[in-house]
Nanobody, 119 residues
Framework: QVQLVESGGGTVQAGGSLRLSCAAAGRNIENYALAWFRQGPGNERERLAEIFYSGITTYWKDSVKGRFTISRDNAKNSVYLQMNDLKFEATAVYYC????????????WGRGIQVTVSS
């Protein structure tokens, strides 16, 4: 069992930056890839980026490449998402997830945190 708690959301002006954090608790966190998803109004949940314990990262969403950076602090069992040059379409609920290396889809999810990009 892995518990995930997101923090750092809020309202930011377009073009601004925000850093999301996700604290993971449980056993064998090193066996999980941690990822960020988001779900905007009327949209399906989409995977943004994922990072393994080793630091290997995968960015799934082309529109965030170069502006969003995922990182992980293994000593703190935490994953972060630095978001720069935010655009209106980034308004969404952002979710942290944990995917065991033996599975294709996440097993655990955080409750989500709201990010709103304003003019």
């Amino acid at each position: 069992q892995v518990q995930l708690v997101e923090s750092g959301g809020g309202t930011v002006q377009a073009g601004g930056s925000l850093r999301l954090s996700c604290a993971a608790a449980g056993r064998n966190i090193e066996n999980y890839a941690l990822a960020w998803f988001r779900q905007g109004p009327g949209n399906e949940r989409e995977r943004l980026a994922e990072i393994f314990y080793s630091g290997i990262t995968t960015y799934w969403k082309d529109s965030v490449k170069g502006r969003f950076t995922i990182s992980r602090d293994n000593a703190k069992n935490s994953v972060y998402l630095q978001m720069n040059d935010l655009k209106f379409e980034a308004t969404a609920v952002y979710y942290c997830s944990a995917r065991h290396a033996d599975y294709a889809e996440p097993l655990y999810w955080g409750r989500g945190i709201q990010v709103t990009v304003s003019s």
